[in-house]
């Protein structure tokens, strides 16, 4: 069972999450701001992040700079989620070094590829893809 852990100030927002991440299959990990998140990642151990970008404490950005200088965590996945939606996010979300991001509300479709299309490195469909690919390109 994958694992992730959601840092997200917003206990509606943080309870929504969790919602669609359990019926999902996932095991969460909750925590309030990016400072706390830290904390727990060796502890925990999560398959990937999602990461709220307004926080108190330590924010989004914040907390994928610690992430990403970090030489045991740096190539964890991490997603932003971000109440902005304005032009030009998305570059400097990618900038900082996020995965991608989901906007709120959260669209599960949107969830849905996002997480597939980061964890799909040890999904054993992708595997057999791969697999495939390679004896094709060997031929
Ligand atoms: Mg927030």
Redesign the pocket.
């Known amino acids: 069972m994958k694992t992730v852990l959601i840092a997200?100030?917003?206990a509606v927002?943080r309870e929504l999450l969790r919602e669609l991440l359990e019926i999902r299959g996932y095991d969460v990990i909750e925590t309030c701001n990016g400072e706390e998140a830290l904390q727990r990642i060796a502890e925990a151990q999560p398959d990937i992040l999602l990461v709220?970008?307004?926080?108190p404490v330590l924010d989004g950005f914040g907390t994928i700079q610690q992430i990403r200088d970090n030489p045991t965590f740096h190539s964890l996945p991490v997603l932003a989620v971000t109440?902005y939606a304005m032009q030009g996010d998305r570059e400097k979300i990618l900038n900082a070094g996020f995965d991608g991001y989901l906007s709120k509300p959260i669209n599960p479709v949107a969830l849905d590829q996002e997480l597939e299309r980061l964890l799909n490195k040890n999904n054993p469909i992708s595997a057999l893809e791969d697999r495939a690919e390679s004896t094709r390109s060997r031929s």
């Open positions: 997200e100030d917003n927002n709220d970008l307004g926080m109440a």
